[in-house]
């Protein structure tokens, strides 16, 4: 009551109704649904539960609601109980998934998409820019089409595929375990099947990025390396780093495993060095976060709860 009361009294109508949108965040939408009574004008703005899944959208009764419906959505987040906002694991698919749901329950009247930091972000902007203009031109699946598109458009018909079939694979690798969600704790919940195939996929998704990276005109370089290259190899050396470390508490050729996360370790904090210092001419100074254990979210850092930043507790796997 407040609050229109201040939009009656200094914002002109002159222009039309004034527009006032309901936020239904976190601890809000409990007490929204516990009887809390929003204008029917209000447009309900209905929100991810931070990791993109939106918690609930509007009845039958509310789709009545002369104020509409929209969506406020994460494709980073700041805050507990973990932020992700190193580089975007979001998938267009899943994007596609939440969004598209959202729109079938009528939230249309707005869609906000929280990015956080806007660098690491650019490609699930333009595909939720895309989506959100024209929702039907994108159906079930477009996920590589649109990659393909993308990778097209700033690097050329060539490489477009092999850029798509890498993205394919980082997207999948991202869903599986977001790097800044990787922690010693779930390495060692994986079961040895498991973490066997996903230290070749991590292996293979490197290398396959480090082959294409050598067919990149020079003119490209810079955007390939923000847009793909970086983030790749942040999914890749930071799982091998903790598939690595997964060996040592189990005791497992320690010496070995500790040299090797030494020369990941060693590799990612020279990526992170060179996207800070060289690319683009030195464009993107203080952009991206080094390797400091993310103990403390108000500290710049990756989140990632790194293995050197834990104590060690070897158990031999007999």
């Known amino acids: 009551q407040d609050q229109r009361g201040l939009l009656d009294k200094y914002v002109t109508k002159k222009w039309g109704p004034v527009a006032q949108c309901f936020v239904p965040y976190k601890e809000v939408l409990p007490i929204y649904d516990a009887g809390l009574k929003v204008p029917d004008d209000v447009t309900l703005m209905w929100v991810d539960d931070n990791f993109g899944y ?10 009545k609601r002369s104020g509409g419906a929209g969506v406020y959505w994460h494709m980073s987040y700041y805050g507990g109980p973990h932020s992700y906002t190193w580089i975007n694991t979001t998938a267009p698919a899943f ?29 699930g902007m333009d595909y939720f820019s895309k989506f959100a203009w024209n929702v039907d031109e994108f159906p079930l699946g477009a996920q590589r089409e649109f990659l393909q598109s993308f990778a097209a458009e700033n690097f050329g018909e060539t490489l477009a595929q092999p850029v798509a079939d890498l993205l394919m694979d980082f997207y ?15 390495a060692m919940s994986l079961t040895a099947e498991s973490a066997a195939q996903l230290e070749r996929d991590y292996q293979d ?15 490209s370089r810079d955007a390939y390396t923000e847009l793909v290259a970086f983030p790749v190899r942040v999914v890749g050396n930071t799982g091998l780093i903790f598939l690595a470390d997964r060996k040592i508490q ?3 050729n320690v010496a070995a495993n500790e040299s090797k996360i030494a020369q990941l370790r060693s ?26 254990t993310g103990r403390r979210l108000t500290e710049w850092n990756s989140q990632v709860r790194w293995p050197w930043g834990e104590p060690t507790n070897r158990v031999a796997i007999i």
């Open 54 to 63: 939106i918690r609930r959208l509007s009845n039958p009764d509310e789709r």
């Open 95 to 123: 994007m596609w998934e939440e969004l598209h749901k959202a729109w079938e329950n009528d939230a249309r009247t707005m869609w906000v998409i929280n990015v956080g930091d806007i660098k690491p972000m650019e490609i």
């Open 172 to 186: 999948r690798l991202g869903t599986v375990r977001k790097p800044e969600l990787m922690e010693r704790r779930w």
């Open 205 to 219: 998704l490197l290398a396959r990025e480090q082959a294409l990276s050598a067919k990149i005109p020079n003119a």
């Open 250 to 252: 189990q005791a497992n």
């Open 267 to 292: 590799d990612l904090a020279n990526h992170v060095s060179q996207f800070n210092t060289n690319l683009a001419g030195g464009k993107w100074k203080f952009m991206m976060p080094g390797l400091e």
